[in-house]
């Protein structure tokens, strides 16, 4: 029986330490047969990159929270951040998986998205839980506004499909946030309504005369 020939030195050794040039430049497009001309691509890849830097950012905000929020809303709020966050995780992918359809190359590492970023950045510090709400909020009007922006673009060029990953994800995913995270700043009533409070106690239901 023939003997197999070797590739390679016969001791299992991975060839460690490699690298290699750049397949493709960042701001750089390849052509696909996507029926969108290259000025139409170029700007909704720089659009969608950011977007996906805000997003990155505010996936990570929301995970520092998640972490450090304390007070007697803990339990809700660390649930809810954890689950905002698992939603911005699922459109980080869908912003990067657009820009590398459109044939460009999504923005990826920590250190590229905290230079484009435009999310004012969290102390390391530990904050209250209002201080929390009103970054994310704040963040979230970024995103939103380029957003909403981007797909008004996206459909001026033709990009129907850059306009659906804006519109039907990161528009109503983070409005539906905002609303969310928002019915959490509002100061109201708990335990007693207003009146209660000023009366010392709740008021006493009318009796029915006998008949």
Known sequence: MPKARSNGNGNGQPHLKQRGKPIQGYGKLVRYPLALDEKARSKMCETLNQVLADTITLRDMYKKHHWQVSGPTFYSLHLLYDEHAKEQTALIDDLAERVQILGGVSIAMAHDVAEMTRIEPPPRDREDVPTQISRLLEAHELVLELAREG??????LGD?????????????TNEMQVWFLSEHLVEGPVVHTGEAAKTGGGARPERRAAR
């Not at 797909?151 to 001026?156: H, L, P, Q, T, V």
């Not at 659906?164 to 109503?172: A, G, T």
């Open 151 to 156: 797909a008004e673009r996206a459909s001026e």
């Open 160 to 172: 129907e499909g850059s306009n659906d990953v804006l519109v039907s994800d990161i528009i109503r």
